[in-house]
């Protein structure tokens, strides 16, 4: 049984800036200034939503160091000589997710995104959407299918910058039957 203390709150990316830093931390660790760089925002804004997403247990802090930083053995300086702090994504966050909270705004957070995202396409590669009936053991193996394809996406994602600039969302619902 999980404990309540383990769960991540949901409602902690029920912010669009949070799920970008989110998939920005995924291929890369990252400090505030990079990510209000990358992001084009303040950096006082990025350390916030870094602080609160590292508390809400998305992020995890991190030694990694970029390349060109290893090359000197010296990690950049923040302020009166501390190190800066890196941040990268806790892939394990997406097992401990509180469901009981929180999925409203998330979802509504997302989909503020995913317009962002629409209007800064490219290419579409593959769209899809159903409304269907299908027997469970079917469902279980798509439900199975998507959470491999979930796993390598994050499992592979590079810095920023290096290769080809992705989106994906998946949201795959299980229904109430009405009738």
């Known amino acids: 049984m999980e404990n309540r203390d383990d ?3 949901l409602r902690a990316l ?3 800036l949070r799920i970008r830093i989110v998939s920005l931390l995924t291929g890369a660790s990252m400090s505030a200034t990079e990510v209000a760089d990358e992001l084009g925002i303040a950096h006082a804004s990025a350390s916030y939503h870094l602080r609160q997403l590292a508390r809400a247990g998305f992020l995890q802090q991190t030694d990694e160091q970029q390349p060109d930083e290893r090359q000197t053995d010296e990690r ?3 302020g009166k000589g501390r190190p800066q702090l890196r941040y990268r994504y806790d892939p394990s966050s997406g097992q401990r997710l509180d469901r009981s ?12 995104d995913l317009a962002r995202r629409l209007a800064e396409t490219d290419r579409q590669r593959t769209s899809m959407d159903a409304e269907v009936w299908l027997a469970r053991p079917v469902w279980e193996e798509i439900v199975g299918l ?3 394809a979930v796993a390598l996406l994050h499992d592979k994602a ?6 080809v600039k992705v989106s994906m969302t998946a949201l795959l619902l299980e229904l109430r039957d009405e009738r």
Request: proline share 17%; hydrophobic share 30%; net charge negative.
């Open 158 to 163: 590079g810095p920023p910058h290096d290769g």
């Open 7 to 9: 769960l991540v709150p």
């Open 76 to 78: 950049p300086r923040a």
């Open 146 to 148: 998507i959470d491999q």
């Open 14 to 16: 029920a912010n669009p």
């Open 101 to 112: 909270e929180g999925r409203q705004l998330l979802h509504q957070a997302m989909s503020t």
